[in-house]
């Protein structure tokens, strides 16, 4: 299905569930990273958020987190119909924490992804199975060495040969906090907009909130140092690992130059160079 055609249909099912759930529009619709949302009134006269999401496997499971979560850390969840990936909830204010200075950010998405972690249970996808995956794809990928240097690429399998030593399917967390997946409440200062869940730890959930708006620090010396600052600030807020926390990292921007790479070509050079910056900057705090 083509862009155009996605956006039809989720405009159509958005239709469908404001006659369904008895909603009045209440605003204009925008898009949430792939999905139609919605600002609504309900029957009563709340204001909510419909949320009509693409597919994938965050569509499939993220209204059991956030049934589970209940409103703790994220929106709560009013109305779910997970076969048309339809989700009605509470509605949050304009502001996310982009509004914030990076640490202070931090130190809010680290809060976070601490109040989110719950026990592990199923459905959820595992950590440790997606951990392996990777594994075996980057100790594969002799292509990609010409574009993401090699040491990387085998630094990361070294990484992720150390951490699955660990159990790493400890808690059940969202892996894709970041400051623009959190608004300011009425209720409470900040909340978690949706849920990206996985099995996992913390320190993995939290390279999310590492690498965004990290291009005003520049390169070098200067990222080095913003990124040890980052690190310093979301493990002390969230109880989490630093070392690990930087494993991951490194980890996770080897995955995302491998994705780059596979765009069509001229594409991805810029971000792939980004990418590099970060490798290098995330080991010198190491």
């Known amino acids: 299905m083509t862009d155009d055609g996605a956006a039809r249909l989720r405009a159509g099912l958005a239709e469908r569930y404001l006659a369904a759930w008895q909603l009045a529009p209440d605003g204009r619709s925008r898009d949430d990273d792939g999905a139609l949302a919605l600002p609504v009134r309900t029957r009563a006269g709340e204001p909510a958020l419909l949320r009509i999401g693409p597919p994938g496997a965050r569509a499939e499971h993220e209204h059991l987190a956030l049934r589970l979560w209940s409103g703790r850390g994220?929106?709560?969840?009013?109305?779910?119909?997970?076969?048309?990936?339809?989700?009605?909830?509470?509605r949050t204010g304009e502001r996310?924490?982009?509004?914030?200075?990076?640490?202070?950010?931090?130190?809010?998405?680290?809060?976070?992804?601490?109040?989110?972690?719950?026990?592990?249970?199923?459905?959820?996808?595992?950590?440790?199975?997606?951990?392996?995956g990777w594994?075996?794809?980057?100790?594969?990928?002799?292509?990609?060495?010409?574009?993401?240097?090699?040491?990387?690429?085998?630094?990361?399998?070294?990484?992720?040969?150390?951490?699955?030593?660990?159990e790493l399917d400890t808690a059940l967390v969202h892996q894709d906090l970041h400051p623009g997946a959190v608004r300011a409440a009425r209720r409470a200062p900040w909340l978690a907009t949706g849920?990206?869940?996985?099995?996992?730890?913390?320190?993995?959930a939290l390279v999310a909130a590492l690498w965004p708006r990290t291009e005003a620090a520049g390169h070098g010396g200067a990222l080095a140092a913003a990124l040890e600052d980052r690190i310093e600030a979301l493990s002390l807020a969230a109880g989490a690992d630093a070392e690990r926390l930087r494993a991951w990292a490194l980890v996770r921007f080897a995955l995302a130059a491998r994705e780059e790479a596979d765009r069509p070509t001229g594409a991805p050079h810029r971000a792939i160079s980004r990418l590099v910056q970060l490798c290098k900057a995330v080991q010198k705090g190491g």
């Open 74 to 90: 994220a929106v709560r969840l009013l109305r779910a119909e997970p076969a048309d990936r339809a989700l009605l909830l509470e």
């Open 195 to 204: 849920a990206d869940p996985v099995l996992g730890t913390v320190e993995f």
């Open 135 to 166: 594994r075996e794809d980057l100790a594969g990928a002799a292509e990609l060495d010409a574009r993401f240097p090699r040491r990387f690429r085998r630094q990361a399998v070294a990484n992720l040969d150390r951490l699955l030593r660990d």
């Open 96 to 132: 996310d924490l982009r509004a914030l200075p990076d640490l202070e950010a931090c130190r809010v998405l680290g809060e976070l992804t601490r109040t989110l972690a719950r026990p592990p249970r199923p459905p959820f996808p595992a950590l440790s199975a997606a951990a392996r």
